[in-house]
């Protein structure tokens, strides 16, 4: 069993940055994709940004692509999510969760992100 908790999320400005924070209890395998996604009320689930933890292979949306970095840090169990140049339309909730296998089955609460124009 994995628990994730999210920090870091806050209102700022158009253009600021944010670095959100996930961290995991419970063992990670290094066969595991540690991944952010983001969901607005109303609008379906959206995959932000992911990360192998064996090779730290990175994944990103397109529409954060420049904008977003995806790190991990072993020692910690910690995957992090440096926001920079935010955007209105990145207002969300974010949320950690880990792959196994084939799909994600460890889910975070999540920390609102709110980005004002």
């Known amino acids: 069993q994995v628990q994730l908790v999210e920090s870091g999320g806050g209102l700022v400005q158009a253009g600021g940055s944010l670095s959100l924070s996930c961290a995991a209890s419970?063992?990670?395998?290094?066969?595991?994709?540690l991944g952010w996604f983001r969901q607005v009320p109303g609008k379906e689930r959206e995959f932000v940004a992911s990360i192998r933890w064996s090779n730290a292979s990175l994944d990103y949306a397109d529409s954060v692509k420049g904008r977003f970095t995806i790190s991990r840090d072993i020692a910690k169990n910690t995957v992090y999510l440096q926001m920079n140049s935010l955007k209105p339309e990145d207002t969300a909730e974010y949320h950690c969760?880990?792959?196994?296998?084939?799909?994600?089955?460890?889910w975070g609460q999540g920390t609102q992100v709110t980005v004002s124009s």
């Open positions: 969760a880990l792959k196994r296998v084939y799909s994600y089955h460890f």
């Open positions: 419970g063992r990670i395998f290094i066969s595991d994709t």
